[in-house]
């Protein structure tokens, strides 16, 4: 099972960007999907997550500003990040849990990472 994370850059602030990852390999479904982000020296911190149902969870610093929705029958997350400022910049990784086939438990899974940069 791999997670394809795609679409990070350099905008400039005030710009937008769509991160996507995609789950690919032998899986029986996919429960909830999200983002995280990681600058230098800090924790990985949630971004948003979404649940199977559609159900999301933003963090209060991208509120209004940054979106997340997926496509079930892609298995593909997806990130719609507006009104970008320079704090946004960051690694972003999205998540996944994942159930293997024959299992009933999810398992967490991560994608490579995707930079993005916020600077004039």
């Known amino acids: 099972v791999q997670l394809q994370a795609s679409g990070g850059g350099l905008v400039q602030p005030g710009g937008s960007l769509k991160l996507s990852c995609a789950a690919s390999g032998s899986f029986r479904s996919i429960n909830a999907m999200g983002w995280y982000r990681q600058v230098p020296g800090n924790q990985r911190e949630l971004v948003a997550a979404i649940t199977r149902a559609g159900n999301t969870n933003v963090a209060d610093s991208v509120k209004g500003r940054f979106t997340i929705d997926r496509d079930n029958a892609k298995n593909t997350v997806y990130l719609h990040m507006n009104s970008l400022k320079p704090e946004d910049t960051a690694v972003y990784y999205c998540?996944?849990?994942?159930?293997?086939?024959?299992?009933?438990?999810?398992?967490?899974?991560w994608g490579q990472g995707t930079q993005v940069t916020v600077s004039s």
């Open positions: 998540n996944a849990q994942i159930i293997l086939e024959f299992t009933t438990y999810a398992l967490d899974y």
